[in-house]
């Protein structure tokens, strides 16, 4: 299992979180091509995307189902802009690389929305540190977990 994943475990675990660590056939960058293999509604995969936010990392876990409006987030969060990361601030801010970036087991805690729209599902999934592996979870042990805050983000 890659390092990343070993650490995402950890920290679930150490969470109490009851989904087992799943490792994909094929490399899952993306909402569909996870959906695709888990066999789940595209709405059902928390995308978990990074921004830059004034400087400083923003975690949104968002539904594969929506795109994230920036200026409202902005808005939300008083600061003056929400920018998609780029994957080196992306790696520096989690250790982890984009297609695969989990909700947690990041370097130092990272200010995290969770879309509310991700409660309409028994069991999201979520990437678990690398673009090959994923677990179950539920948009509540997501707040739980990660200490986000639920909002609208689209």
């Keep these: 299992m890659h390092p990343n994943t070993e650490k995402v475990g950890s920290v679930l675990r150490a969470h109490g979180a009851t989904g ?4 994909l ?3 899952a960058p993306t909402a569909a091509t ?7 509604e595209v709405g059902a995969i928390a995308n978990s995307l990074l921004f830059n936010a004034d400087g ?6 968002t539904s594969g189902a929506h ?11 008083g600061v003056s802009a929400v920018r998609r990361a780029d994957p080196d601030f992306v790696f520096a801010s989690t250790g982890q690389r984009i297609g695969g970036v989990a909700p947690v087991g990041h370097p130092q805690p990272i200010r995290t929305l ?5 409660d309409k599902y028994d069991v999201v999934w979520a990437a ?3 673009v090959h592996t994923v677990f179950p ?3 509540g042990e997501l707040v739980r977990i990660t200490g986000g805050t639920p909002a609208h983000i689209g």
């Design 20 to 23: 087992a660590i799943r490792e």
């Design 25 to 27: 056939p094929e490399p």
């Design 34 to 40: 996870a959906a695709g293999q888990l066999g789940c």
């Design 56 to 61: 400083d990392p923003l975690l949104i876990l």
């Design 67 to 77: 795109r994230v409006d920036t200026g409202k987030v902005a808005a939300q969060l």
């Design 114 to 118: 969770i879309d509310t729209w991700l």
């Design 128 to 130: 678990a540190g690398h």
């Design 137 to 139: 979870t539920s948009f």
